[in-house]
C-alpha cells in the first residue's frame, strides 16, 4: 500500500475508472499539470481514453483487471458515482481511492443519499421508500398530485423517473418499474434550479464556485448560468448546504449538490453527485481553476486553488440531436469569438447524448447566456 500522507506529485501516475466525458476533462486538466492517466472502463477509443496515457478495457465486475489497474496508479478516482462497490473496494487494497468508496455507497442510492441527508438535518424533497402498491397508495396520499416515481439505483438524466398526475396512473408506473426499489417525491413546483459545485480537500479545506443556475430541458441539463441571479441570502445559504453535505460526507475531491429553489424562497436538495459535474463545465473557461483541475488537487493531496469567476458564463449543452441533419457547422459558432467549443470524441451522435458544450463569457449573464444560445442556434442553420 502506497503512504497515504505525501501529497501525490506530478509525474504520477492517476487511475480513472470511468472513461467518459468528465474523465475527459478531468485528464485534459491531469495532463497539463504533468501527471499521467489511466483509464479503466468496458469500451475502447472512448473520451477519457483518448486523452489518457492508457486505457484499459475490461468489466467493472473483473476484479483481477482492477486490482491490476490500481497497482499500477498512485491514485484512484473515479467520473461517474455508479461504480459497483467491490470494484471500489478492491481498487482500495493497492491505492487510495478518493473520494472514498462510502461516498459512493451513499450517492448511487437515491433512497440512501436521501435518509443520509435528512438524517443530518439537511433540507430535501420530501420522499418515501416505494416496495409496495400500498407504500406507493399512502405515498400519493401524503404528497398528492403530481408526484415523481423514481427508481431508487442507478439513475441519471431523468432516467428511471415517472410522473404521476392522477390515481389512475400509479398502478402502471409501478409495474412499468417492475421488481426494482423505487422512491416517491412529491413534485416540486420551483422557481428555478440551483447547484453548488464544491471541493474538500485531504486537510479539510474548502473551496466552491457559488451558486450556478440550471435550465433543463426533457430532464436533460440544457443550460448553466454563472453567477445564479438569486439573493445573496439564498447564495449564502446554498453554499452552506454544500459545505455542510461535503463535511458530513468527509468528501475528498469534488461534489456538486442540485438544488430546486422553491417559489417561495426554500432550498431542497435534489440529489448528490460526488464528481465534477455538467453545470461545473464552465469553470473550465471561466474560472482561475476548474473543476477538473480542483479534483486532481484535491485527490492528490495538494492545496485547493482559487475558484475566482474571470467573468459571468454560460455553458450551453451539445446533444446528439444537433447530428439529425449532418455534423454541425462548427465555424458559424465560433464566429462568436467569446465562445469556447468543447467536443468529447464521440463517436456515435444519439439522440439525448451528450457530445459536448459551448462556453460564452460576457460582461453579464444575462448577455453570455444570450450569445452561448445563438452561438448553438448557428450550428444548425434553419433554411
Ligand atoms: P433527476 O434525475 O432526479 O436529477 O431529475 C432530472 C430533472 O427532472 C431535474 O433536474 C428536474 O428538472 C426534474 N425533476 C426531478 N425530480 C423532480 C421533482 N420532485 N419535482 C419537480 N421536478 C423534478
Keep these: 500500500m ?66 491490476s489497474f490500481a497497482a499500477a496508479v498512485d491514485v484512484v478516482t473515479f467520473e461517474f458515482e455508479n461504480v459497483l462497490s467491490e470494484t471500489a473496494q478492491a481498487a482500495a487494497e493497492f491505492a487510495p481511492v478518493r473520494p472514498g468508496g462510502h461516498i459512493l455507497h451513499v450517492t448511487q442510492h437515491r433512497l440512501r443519499e436521501k435518509t443520509f441527508l435528512a438524517s443530518k438535518g439537511l433540507p430535501v424533497t420530501p420522499f418515501c421508500p416505494v416496495r409496495s402498491d400500498v407504500d406507493l397508495e399512502a405515498g400519493l396520499a401524503r404528497f398528492g398530485y403530481p408526484a415523481v416515481l423514481k427508481t431508487a439505483g442507478f439513475g441519471y438524466d431523468g432516467k428511471g423517473q415517472t410522473r404521476i398526475n392522477a390515481p389512475e396512473e400509479a398502478a402502471p408506473a ?4 417492475g421488481s ?8 416540486v413546483d420551483f422557481a428555478c434550479e440551483l447547484s453548488v459545485v464544491a471541493a474538500r480537500g485531504i486537510d479539510g479545506d474548502f473551496a466552491h464556485w457559488g451558486v450556478i443556475e440550471n435550465v433543463h430541458r426533457h430532464h436533460i441539463l440544457d443550460l448553466s448560468i454563472a453567477p445564479a441571479r438569486i439573493s445573496p441570502a439564498v447564495r449564502d445559504e446554498a453554499i452552506a448546504i454544500a459545505r455542510a453535505v461535503l463535511e458530513q460526507l468527509e468528501v475528498v475531491g469534488v461534489l456538486c449538490v442540485e438544488f430546486f429553489l422553491t417559489r417561495d424562497g426554500r432550498l431542497l436538495i435534489n ?111 434553419t433554411p
Excluded at 458559424?332 to 460564452?360: I, N, S
Aim: aromatic share 6%.
Design 271 to 381: 440529489e448528490l453527485a460526488p464528481r465534477p459535474h455538467n453545470s461545473g463545465h464552465l469553470t473550465f473557461d471561466a474560472c482561475v481553476t476548474s473543476q477538473f483541475e480542483q479534483q486532481l488537487r484535491a485527490v492528490c493531496g495538494l492545496p485547493l486553488g482559487s475558484t475566482a469567476l474571470l467573468r459571468p458564463a454560460a455553458m450551453a449543452n451539445l446533444l446528439g440531436d444537433l447530428w439529425r441533419d449532418g455534423s454541425p457547422d462548427w465555424s458559424a459558432a465560433l464566429r462568436y469569438d467569446q465562445v469556447k467549443l468543447h467536443l468529447y470524441g464521440k463517436l456515435e451522435p444519439k439522440a439525448g447524448r451528450k457530445m459536448g458544450h459551448l462556453t460564452a463569457m460576457a460582461p453579464t449573464v444575462e448577455e453570455a447566456a444570450s450569445l452561448v444560445r445563438q452561438a448553438r442556434q448557428a450550428l444548425t442553420p
Design 174 to 177: 409501478l409495474a412499468a418499474a
Design 2 to 67: 502506497k503512504d497515504l500522507t505525501r501529497p501525490i506529485l506530478p509525474g504520477s501516475v492517476i487511475g480513472v475508472l470511468g472513461s467518459g466525458q468528465l474523465g475527459r476533462m478531468f485528464a485534459i486538466a491531469a495532463r497539463r499539470m504533468g501527471y499521467r492517466v489511466h483509464t479503466f472502463s468496458p469500451e475502447t477509443d472512448t473520451p477519457t481514453g483518448q486523452i489518457a496515457d492508457v486505457e484499459i478495457r475490461a468489466q467493472y465486475d473483473d476484479l483481477r483487471a482492477v486490482r
Design 180 to 187: 426494482q426499489e423505487m422512491v416517491l417525491e412529491s413534485f
